[in-house]
């Protein structure tokens, strides 16, 4: 029993470390980067910055960055309940929880998240 249990845990110690990347070489590999702030934070995306268009990662490729941050949020429009006050008014614990139907995210920003991390990745890009 003991031989099994302990052969269990070096198979989970060695799959572990060879699944995973160091955090220093993940600082590598993400290399030089930008972030594209408040377009899909934002209630809907194009309400505070212009929308993500594919020109943009071939830009931002060809100027050399090699790692592009994706702040998104599933807030407000993005979900099918009611998320207004989430962010917004302090002591609304009670108000986080509900039934699953409250918290199913829309399926079109599901789709426009692949398509936008589609863009960076096909130029060769990190997405964060």
């Not at 290399?31 to 020109?55: F, H, K, M």
């Not at 829309?106 to 990745?121: K, Q, S, V």
Request: aromatic content about 10%.
């Amino acid at each position: 029993m003991n031989k099994k249990v302990l052969t269990f845990l070096g198979c989970i110690c060695f799959l572990t470390s060879v699944a995973q990347i160091s955090p220093d070489d993940m600082i590598i590999q993400m290399g030089r980067g930008l972030n594209i702030g408040n377009v899909l934070s934002a209630p809907t995306e194009g309400a505070w910055s212009p929308a993500i268009e594919q020109q943009y990662f071939i830009d931002v490729a060809t100027a050399g960055f090699t790692n592009v941050r994706i702040p998104i949020d599933f807030y407000g429009v993005h979900t099918t309940g009611d998320t207004t006050g989430y962010a917004t008014n302090n002591g609304t614990s009670g108000s986080y929880t509900g039934s699953s139907a409250d918290y199913v995210v829309d399926p079109a920003y599901l789709n426009r998240l692949e398509e936008i991390i589609g863009w960076g990745l096909d130029e060769g890009l990190v997405i964060t």
